[in-house]
């Protein structure tokens, strides 16, 4: 069985640039989720993609999009960047949208 | 706004004993439980889930759930040294439009 991979583990961009982050789900799961984790903090929910589509987001500017393709991978677009952006980006996979994830190694991304 | 609140630490406990986390949250309807452990630098892995009220024992842990009071907690018998982390505690109401909602954890060490 696959676990949740993530690439790259880490990226430093400037401010206004894009950037993708790219997940692969675990072997036999059709969700995944997208949580940004500042320093000290816990994950915060960025969206959720079930069969292709959008279908939960979190507390977060248009900026912040994904798309999930035919195989379940996925990846996260962050345009225009901002230094409060600088965090760590996890990706978890989960089965039909279900809550128990599991978490990839996370990729971590600095703005300056 | 939901919240999942906990103690951030550090809780330092000695090897051997048993390390009591706790966490409350707010919002009622939240239907499902879970205890993630977090090495410094690493992705959450899950360590506990639990739905109904009462304890639910896993090998060394007891994650125990109120939902009256909206508490829920974890329990490590004999801790180790390997048990420092910072443990995070979240939350899940339904449907997948919000995802999990995380408490910002509580650093645990424990002392040989």
């Known amino acids: 069985e696959t676990g949740v991979t993530q690439s790259p583990t880490h990226l430093i961009k400037t401010r206004g640039q894009q950037v993708t982050l790219r997940c692969s789900s675990q072997s036999g799961h059709n969700t995944v989720s997208w949580y940004q984790q500042a320093l000290g903090q816990g994950p915060q929910f960025i969206f959720q993609y079930y069969r292709e589509e959008e279908n939960g987001r979190g507390n977060f500017p248009p900026r912040f999009s994904g798309l999930q393709f035919p195989n379940y991978s996925s990846e996260l677009n962050v345009n225009a960047l901002e230094l409060d952006d600088s965090a760590l980006y996890l990706c978890?996979?989960?089965?039909?949208?279900?809550?128990?994830?599991?978490f990839g190694p996370g990729t971590r991304l600095t703005v300056l | 706004q939901k919240e999942v609140e906990q103690n951030s630490g550090p809780l330092s406990v000695p090897e051997g004993a048993i390390a009591s986390l706790n966490c409350t949250y707010s919002d009622r309807v939240s239907q499902s439980f879970f205890w993630y452990r977090q090495y410094s630098g690493k992705s959450p892995e899950l360590i506990m889930s639990i739905y109904s009220n009462g304890d639910k024992e896993d090998g060394r842990f007891t994650a125990q759930l109120n939902k009256a009071s909206q508490y829920v907690s974890l329990l490590i018998r004999d801790s180790q040294p390997s048990d420092s982390a910072t443990y995070l505690c979240a939350v899940y109401s339904g449907g997948g439009a919000d995802g999990l909602t995380f408490g910002k954890g509580t650093h645990l060490i424990i002392q040989p």
């Open positions: 978890a996979s989960s089965l039909d949208s279900g809550p128990i994830l599991f």
